[in-house]
């Protein structure tokens, strides 16, 4: 019983007989309907009924990947009070935050998650939070360094009256009396003063920019004059320095770092904007844990960190890190976009969590520092152990200051405390921060983020998992982060592009997990949670043959769909219909989501896999033969203010699906187009009864209706105006390969 009030978590299995029940029910019926298929290709036979076989039998095999990925359901119970016993000796932590562009990720946005953090609940002498600016902006280190004087205020009023939203944004867009239980008349003194002294920081920074900063910061600023965003040397700035160290202070460190960018170098975007991060904050504070948050996913629970130490150093020997799900703050009511990924995080995360962890997800992780550094488990370093220097130096690179913090990062000795001088190490964490620091070494290969795929999040975690590591899910209640779901649907289908595109590249890359479960590294359950991810951008492929089946049927007077005749088959295809609609509403009801939110995520699957996936698996598809590079494009993020995530005034324009000339739009109204011409075309027939017997008849025309109706927002936007229209250029290349399609369809006949 006294070690059970030790452990500082607990393992709570989450076991759904009903909902394992109606998962193999609904794989039971789609391999039913690929039997009956493969047994009448000789009787039905056709392109049709082929292709139709091929869809469904993809589908079946990502329903097994579901059910595998939701078998094992599993949380975890964190117990942050425990660490009260070692607090003295609680490991120190790095914060990373990360932002690449001030025009779409406005600073605001980077200070108020830099804010979050610098007033969490953790000894102030144990952290130090780095932010990454890849955009080498003066108007963002402008901005921070405006918020160091409110943040002197900010940290110990949070602390004092234990605010529980601790960025400034969210904490002033409601009323004192609702914001704590401590109303006193100098509470809202206090508070009234923070209010204003915020909306004048606020002020400053979104009325800054390159020609108008003050001239008295010239000083702080001449880094950043005559530099180009693209050709510049690197800059590290030690924003604030917390001089008390270990004895507290208060706050903590807080450094700017802009690394090295030259136009003929390659500097991998996010991953490695991260690997110099951990450089950098290896040769000035070497924190065994690192947590990484992208720039607007601010601290949303102000004990996040004891509760990611819970579940790390509750399980030293093999818990390598710990993702915290993606959920968002001020999101749109009823998810019209799709992009809350609610069931994804609350269904399959845990499911993962049984098989070993879930995946690192890009944001709100906490990775031990040698895990990052490519050490197995268990400490098992012999191999590195009788290195030479030089052979450090192809792995580590050519710092001294940096291979003495890794050899004592990878055999776990950092300090507990971090150095309260950090600015006498500026020129070593500037070497670092070179964009050729990483010439002829393993950074990107072995250690560090991974490079080779846009999302090097998913492929640093499944090369920490195939060195022997498990993961480990944060879920809180209030979460541990929120951050700015993209809308519109520029942003939304650009964010699905890239990551389908980066997904593919891992698939198709030596580090994919089908040759890790065959070389062992994987287990065969992990390999199939991996790949129920991966396999996105194939799914548009077969997403759009799909779609396209009913109008080809209309064209050309055939059939995918039994005849009334066939009842047995007719019965099983309505059953499984009726059944896994119902099996999904019936998630997202548990998930305390509303039937308009079920169906807009349905229609937007669809639109997604039509759409970003396809081009996805094309761009993707270049970059493996070849032909061309992928491009990272950052995803614009627009700062909500209202904390309601559930608000009933967000207007019908806020969730209303736009349109830009993006060839992502392209598939998905050429689509449309083909569906509306076969309805007018082969509609007539059905309707007068001219069709053959064996030809389509009205299941295939309800089809074609349905495939419409789940594109509704590409039909208005046929009419549509303004960014509500599809553009005429859009429309123009969607009707080529439309034309092309009903031409071949017509020839065939």
Known sequence: MAADQCRLHERVPLSKPLQRLSDLLILFLLLSLVAY????????????????LVCESWFAFVWLLNVNAKWNRVTYKTFPPRLSNIRTSLPAVDLFVTTADPELEPPIITVNTVLSLLAVDYPVGKLACYVSDDGGSPVTFYSLLQSVKFAKLWVPFCKKYNVRVRAPSVYFSTHPAESTDTASSHFIQQWTHLKNEYEELQRRIESANEDQIPHHMSHELKDFLNIERRNHPS?????????????????????????????????????????VLTRVSGVMTNAAFMLNVDCDMFANNPEVILHGMCLLLGDETSSGFVQAPQEFHGALRDDPFGNQLVVLQKQFMPGLQGIRGPFYAGTGCFHRRKVIYGSPPNNNNKNKANLSREELEMVFG?????????????WGKCNNDLPSNISGRIEAAKKVASSTYEFNTSWGKEIGLLYGSVTEDVLTGLRCHSIGWRSA??????????GNAPTGGPASLSQQ????TGLLEIFASKRSPVLAVITKELTFRQCLGYLLLLVWPVRGVVEVCYALLPAYCLLTSSSFLPKASELGFLALLLALFVIYNAYTLAEYLQCGLSIRAW?????????????????????????????????????????????????????????????????????GTAVVLVNVSALVLGGRQIIVGAMEEKGAGVGELACSVLVLVYLWPFVKGLVGKGSYGIPWAVICKAAVPACFFMHLCINSV
């Open 37 to 52: 298929r493969v047994a009448s290709l000789r009787s039905h036979g056709g392109h049709a009924w082929f292709v139709a």
């Open 235 to 275: 800059i590290v700035k030690v924003i604030w320095e917390n001089k008390e160290g270990s004895e507290g202070g208060l706050m903590p460190h807080l450094i700017y770092v802009a690394r090295e960018k030259r136009p003929k170098h390659p500097h991998h975007y996010k991953a490695g904007a991260l690997n």
């Open 398 to 410: 050519n710092s001294t200051e940096f291979i003495e913090s890794a050899v004592e990062a990878t």
């Open 473 to 482: 899910l944060l879920m809180l209640e209030p979460p541990a982060f929120l």
């Open 497 to 500: 592009k890239r990551w389908a």
């Open 599 to 667: 169906w807009n995520n349905q229609r937007m699957l669809k639109i997604y896999s039509l759409n970003a996936w396809l081009l996805g698996f094309f761009s993707a598809l270049l970059k493996i033969l070849g032909i061309s590079d992928t491009i990272f494009e950052v995803t614009r993020k627009d700062q909500r203010n209202n904390d309601d995530s559930n608000d009933t005034t967000n207007t019908a324009d806020d969730g209303r699906f736009t349109f830009d000339s993006s060839l992502v739009f392209v598939p």
